[in-house]
């Protein structure tokens, strides 16, 4: 099957899959900075239970294969009495395998702090609440940028672990399971999907490195 005919059958299954991928990944990745944010506060949390908390939650979720963590999500769940649906089930596994990742960038972003910014703020009678709200997270989110494109796009890629369940909505890589088992679409299939996840890639570090130039702190 050629590029035309290919399109021209199947095109419309192409574009609900990339709006659907687009979709998936806009909701994980707001999802993946909230959780990401509270993972962070609890690492740096001047409580020691809290900080272990926080760590454990990083070097388990960054160190399960993501497809294992689906399987998990999928057909473990249900033994606990906790049933969700493919799409919740997908997504939920993308934010908890990707917030740990995030956790580390936000991390490094506060590594770059200098520690006379921290005691200042201790010495003008700051809370921790307020070091972290007026100090810390600002300064953080701008240093870290780049990092936080660099997760979004692999975010993206990562919802290609919903063509390992039957999805309402295909996204990019599941459609091409489903057009391959209708008609014989090849290498030509997989490589229109993945035409649509460089291009997405490209849009997105595109923006990335103009916001960082923007908001980029000069040390």
Do not use: H
Not at 27 to 49: E, G, H, K, N, Y
Not at 95 to 113: D, H, K, Q, R, W
Not at 165 to 176: C, I, Q, R, Y
Request: glycine share 8%; with cysteine.
């Amino acid at each position: 099957m050629g590029l035309a005919e290919l399109l021209s059958a199947y095109g419309t299954n192409y574009l609900s899959a990339l709006v659907a991928t687009w979709g998936m990944t806009a909701v994980c990745f707001v999802a993946v900075m909230l959780l990401a944010a509270a993972i962070t506060v609890l690492r740096v949390s001047p409580f020691r239970p809290l900080r272990f908390l926080g760590d454990l939650y990083v070097q388990i979720f960054r160190n399960i294969p993501v497809i294992s963590l689906l399987i998990i999500t999928v057909y473990a769940l249900p033994f606990l009495n906790i049933t969700l649906d493919y799409l919740p089930s997908v997504m939920l596994t993308v934010v908890l395998a990707a917030a740990a990742f995030g956790s580390e960038n936000f991390m490094s972003g506060i590594n770059t702090i200098g520690v006379g910014q921290i005691e200042a703020a201790r010495s003008l009678g700051m809370s921790f609440k307020s070091i972290l709200a007026r100090v810390v997270i600002p300064q953080a989110l701008r240093t870290t940028v780049l990092p936080m494109t660099n997760l979004l796009i692999a975010v993206m890629l990562t919802t290609a672990i919903g063509s390992q369940v039957p999805l309402d909505t295909p996204e990019l890589t599941g459609v091409v399971s489903f057009i391959n088992t209708r008609s014989t679409g090849g290498i030509l299939a997989f490589a229109i999907s993945a035409a649509g996840y460089a291009l997405t890639a490209a849009a997105i570090g595109f923006v990335g490195t103009r916001l960082d130039r923007k908001v980029r702190i000069l040390r």
